[in-house]
T-cell receptor
Framework: GQNIDQPTEMTATEGAIVQINCTYQTSGFNGLFWYQQHAGEAPTFLSYNVLDGLEEKGRFSSFLSRSKGYSYLLLKELQMKDSASYLCAVGWGSTLGRLYFGRGTQLTVWP | ETGVTQTPRHLVMGMTNKKSLKCEQHLGHNAMYWYKQSAKKPLELMFVYSLEERVENNSVPSRFSPECPNSSHLFLHLHTLQPEDSALYLC?????????????????FGPGTRLLVL
């Protein structure tokens, strides 16, 4: 829903940097979340962006451009445990509590 | 541990059975959610409750019936399900409902119930 688009799969090696992009329909946008989901487990919250710019949290950073309908999640110093699906989720103002999720980007980190 | 628990973690049921999924949040949040996650599909919102009142029902078939007896507990009652209902059912909670304010609307997920309908 709401034209949320992110790549299906990405691969990278340990120690590298990877950027996962997410684009979305801009009309009515109210906030964007990134979640990490390991196979068979629940999504866990990584970051929240509502204003333009970069939010940094340790090895993970998330960027938002509201005018372009674009966000990315940047993962630095990749570790094997970072292999997971990364979900982009967007909230729109007219729908209380509703998050629209992308299909997720499956990241595989190789040694 | 996110502070949201779900039971059972796995459930196998026949199409004529009735079962219930339980979710409990220990975070003092005001809003609770049920999501369905099927293979290769985005997470789909099913129901939203705020302060025990249902605020959204996303065109979910009536064979799924939610119940929110208090702000800490949420149930999903299942009856006469179909094989295509097999999926991971996730519960989530958040402090607030309105997205775009303070970040208090961040949703925290439970571990999910893996449901198989035969």
């Amino acid at each position: 829903g709401q034209n949320i688009d992110q790549p299906t799969e990405m691969t990278a090696t340990e120690g590298a940097i990877v950027q996962i992009n997410c684009t979305y329909q801009t009309s009515g946008f109210n906030g964007l979340f990134w979640y990490q989901q390991h196979a068979g487990e629940a999504p866990t919250f990584l970051s929240y962006n509502v204003l333009d710019g970069l939010e940094e949290k340790g090895r993970f950073s998330s960027f938002l451009s509201r005018s372009k309908g674009y966000s990315y999640l940047l993962l630095k110093e990749l570790q094997m445990k970072d292999s997971a699906s990364y979900l982009c989720a967007v909230g729109w103002g007219s729908t209380l509590g509703r998050l629209y999720f992308g299909r997720g980007t499956q990241l595989t980190v190789w040694p | 541990e996110t502070g949201v628990t779900q039971t059972p973690r796995h459930l196998v049921m026949g199409m004529t059975n009735k079962k219930s999924l339980k979710c409990e949040q220990h975070l003092g949040h005001n809003a609770m959610y049920w999501y369905k996650q099927s293979a290769k599909k985005p997470l789909e919102l099913m129901f939203v409750y705020s302060l025990e009142e249902r605020v959204e029902n996303n065109s979910v078939p009536s064979r799924f019936s939610p119940e929110c007896p208090n702000s800490s507990h949420l149930f999903l009652h299942l009856h006469t399900l179909q094989p295509e209902d097999s999926a991971l059912y996730l519960c989530a909670s958040s402090q607030d409902l309105i997205i775009g304010t303070s970040g208090e609307e961040t949703q925290y997920f439970g571990p999910g119930t893996r449901l198989l309908v035969l």
